[in-house]
């Protein structure tokens, strides 16, 4: 079946550091990348959507400054958490679709601890 | 918008257990629905989805029923093993949207 790395699965971090996570589509062609964010015992809450070669559409109240994400290619879109602080810890997760109808495929995760 | 909540975890269970975890959701429109189960060290795997009113999904023995009624898509499994120990998301989309999960349930089965 399809497969979607995200890496890395854990980095903790300083504050005001940047942290990149990448999300690659190993075995198809992802048209479109979802980046979703979830806190303790909160659900997974969608942060953006980024299309291959056009800018991400960021969710009502998700700092795209901030979070910066860049779709270039059908098999890579990442996420960098700029000036990271202990706030931004939590555990983000990419998904990605092959534009088949509700074929959605989830990365593992990243878990992120900003001291 | 639309929401999704389902019952708060950790549920435990012995081996040969009954499971429901229970799910229900607000929408407009006529979504899908979802079972996706997260195992330890794994990312997202679909379980099951039902994509009209009254359409039973199932996989691995697991099923849920999507009642439109009750706007409920309650997940069972009528003997649980412990490698069904794992997160489990509730969640709905439409083709082409992003997806509304709701917080997720922790499942322990215990030998």
């Known amino acids: 079946g399809a497969v979607v790395s995200q890496h890395p699965s854990r980095v903790i971090c300083k504050s005001g550091t940047s942290v990149k996570i990448e999300c690659r589509s190993l075995d198809f062609q992802a048209t479109t990348m979802f980046w979703y964010r979830q806190f303790p015992k909160k659900s997974l809450m969608l942060m953006a959507t980024?299309?291959?070669?056009?800018?991400?559409?960021?969710e009502q109240g998700v700092e795209k400054d901030k979070f910066l994400i860049n779709h270039a290619s059908l098999t890579l879109s990442t996420l960098t958490v700029t000036s990271a602080h202990p706030e931004d810890s939590s555990f983000y997760i990419c998904?990605?679709?092959?534009?088949?109808?509700?074929?959605?495929?989830f990365g593992s995760g990243t878990q992120l601890s900003v001291l | 918008g639309d929401s999704v909540t389902q019952m708060e975890g950790p549920v435990t269970l012995s081996e040969e257990a009954f499971l429901t975890i229970n799910c229900t959701y607000t929408a407009t429109g006529y979504p899908s629905l979802f079972w996706y189960v997260q195992y330890p060290g794994e990312g997202l795997q679909l379980l099951l989805k039902?994509?009209?009113?009254?359409d039973k999904g199932s996989n691995k023995g697991f099923e849920a029923t999507y009642r439109k009624e009750t706007t409920s898509f309650h997940l069972e499994k009528g003997s649980v093993q412990v490698s069904d120990s794992a997160v489990y998301f509730c969640a709905l989309g439409n083709y082409g949207q992003n997806f509304v999960f709701g917080p997720g349930t922790r499942l322990s089965v215990l030998p």
């Open positions: 998904s990605a679709s092959s534009g088949e109808e509700e074929k959605l495929f």
């Open positions: 039902a994509t009209k009113a009254d």
């Open positions: 980024s299309n291959e070669g056009s800018k991400a559409t960021y």
